[in-house]
């Protein structure tokens, strides 16, 4: 059997590299949640997730309906990740958006996101779900690039 043997210096190195390229980061984690009911004015406001701290992931769900032409909601901060109408043909749209949480926000003892409708809408909900763990260091905090969203057939589900 043969022997390996390692220099101290190569043994430094091989330490030193080993701290260096592996950068971890902790576990994904559901920080937590908050939804509105119907709203049927030209703005829906979502109520904070309890427990926001600054660099969590807030992803937010908005379903519209209304009488006309609709689109996707705005609000300063949140940037879009998918938009569409839903079940072909009718007066209903999904939107996802997110936004990468601030000291401003993780700060605040009660902070509501607002954000506006077309005038179109008259029926609207929403829902926030904050994530901690994830990695806030590159230009979007995903790995891959988000998808669209999509309704199968004629279902009132859908995926994105």
């Not at 971890?24 to 509105?36: C, E």
């Not at 929403?126 to 806030?136: E, K, Y």
Request: aromatic content about 6%; cysteine-free; glycine content about 10%.
């Amino acid at each position: 059997m043969k022997r390996i043997y390692l220099t101290k210096k190569a043994l430094s190195l091989f330490t030193i590299l080993l701290f260096l390229i592996n950068t971890t980061f902790a576990q994904i984690a559901q920080r937590g949640t908050s939804t509105v009911a119907n709203t049927t004015g030209a703005s829906l406001v979502i109520p904070k997730p309890a427990g926001i701290a600054t660099g969590d992931v807030m992803l937010v769900n908005i379903a519209q309906q209304g009488t006309g032409a609709l689109s996707n909601p705005t609000s300063a901060g949140w940037t879009l990740i998918a938009g569409a109408n839903l079940n072909g043909g009718t007066n209903r749209w999904g939107t996802v958006l997110y936004k990468i949480a601030t000291a401003t926000d993780a700060l605040a003892a009660t902070t509501n996101y607002t954000f506006a409708l077309v005038a179109q809408a008259n029926g609207s909900v929403g829902s926030i779900v904050a994530f901690s763990g994830v990695d806030v260091s590159g230009a979007t905090p995903f790995d891959v690039a988000p998808g669209s969203i999509s309704v199968q057939g004629n279902q009132t589900t859908v995926s994105a």
